[in-house]
């Protein structure tokens, strides 16, 4: 995917106006998400005008470039929540996965946040190299105290997808993991919520993604591209609008792009005449052409699908151990990436 130049982002002002159309409309939360929303130095005006159109304000960061005057900013902006991604419990693998060195940065950071009146989340997502010490990753989690975690499988979009023999599972890997959250969520009720999300590739129906197509959520990019999810453009032959030529309630209800899988008339069977179309709205569209080069296709992670057959190939060749060796309990991460280097394919970094 192009990374958007910085001089085509937004301003302050554009994004002021962009969320008190969003308040006005009804919607009640801003998150702000990445990239790296830490990179626009403006992160604090941004919350506060958001905060005064009457949103909700989230900030999902990796912590990169938060230092506490800067905390003590947002928190003064009435930041409402802030979510802080770790990717493992050790810090070497947390390191190299992240490529950059901000596992200790995270920890104290993580310290700093909970010493203000702001609603605590933190993000861990799992794969075939982590989910083997997931208790492990618990009991880490446990001491940095947050209200809630929420635990992820990578989904397979962009790099994931291109990376998804090295990151996908095993299905003994997911069960061991269910129950290892279950019983954590026993015990750590009335303390620390625990959000769980299994692996749709695993999943008997496909995942409600985005609670539905143009239905409840409008992701707008650093340039003012407004998309109803965040892979929305590696759909074909759709465009998008930008806040700097419509208005924000125009996007919502008139556009194109809104509407392309807006309720149930796109739908082809057998999502058309399916019990479980309210529900899951037929899975993810942007999935749905990853997989199988038709964005109006049931999502193929639907055991119902007619091209379930890519995710079952998939999921065979994950469970005979022949795409990827997994990291064990007592193997070391970072050795096993080396090791295992060929595997993985990477972004060339930006000129
Ligand atoms: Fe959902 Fe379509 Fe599968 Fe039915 S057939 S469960 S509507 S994806
Ligand atoms: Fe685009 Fe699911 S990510 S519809």
Known sequence: ???????????????????????????????????????????????????????????????????????????????????????????????????????????????????????????????????????????????????????????????????????????????????????AEKRLAGRMRIDAVIPDYYAKYPKACMGGWGQRLMLINPSGKVLPCHAAEVLPQMSFENVRDRPLQWIWEESESFQRFRGESWMAEPCRSCDHRAEDFGGCRCQAFLLSGEAEATDPACSLAPKHSVIESALRESNAGTSVKQGTGGSSFVQLQQQSAALWTYRTNPE
């Open 1 to 183: 995917m192009q990374l958007a130049g910085t001089q085509s982002e937004l301003s302050s002002g554009e994004w002021t106006s962009v969320f008190q159309q969003a308040g006005q409309l009804g919607m009640l939360h801003a998150h702000f998400t990445g990239g790296e929303p830490l990179a626009r130095m403006d992160l604090t005006e941004l919350v506060s005008a958001a905060r005064t159109a009457g949103l909700y304000t989230n900030l999902i960061t990796s912590g990169v470039g938060l230092n506490d005057q800067r905390l003590a900013a947002l928190m003064g902006a009435g930041l409402d929540h802030i979510q802080i991604s770790f990717q493992d419990s050790r810090e070497e693998a947390a390191n190299w996965i992240a490529g950059a060195k901000a596992h200790a940065h995270k920890i104290e950071l993580s310290q700093a946040i909970r010493k203000y009146k702001v609603a605590f989340t933190v993000n861990l997502v799992v794969h075939r190299q982590n989910l083997d010490h997931l208790e492990e990753m618990i009991a880490f989690i446990e001491t940095l105290n947050p209200d809630r975690v929420e635990i992820a499988h990578a989904q397979y979009y962009g790099w994931a997808l291109a990376n998804r023999a090295a990151l996908m599972p095993t299905r003994e890997q997911v069960e061991k993991g269910v129950a290892i959250v279950a019983e």
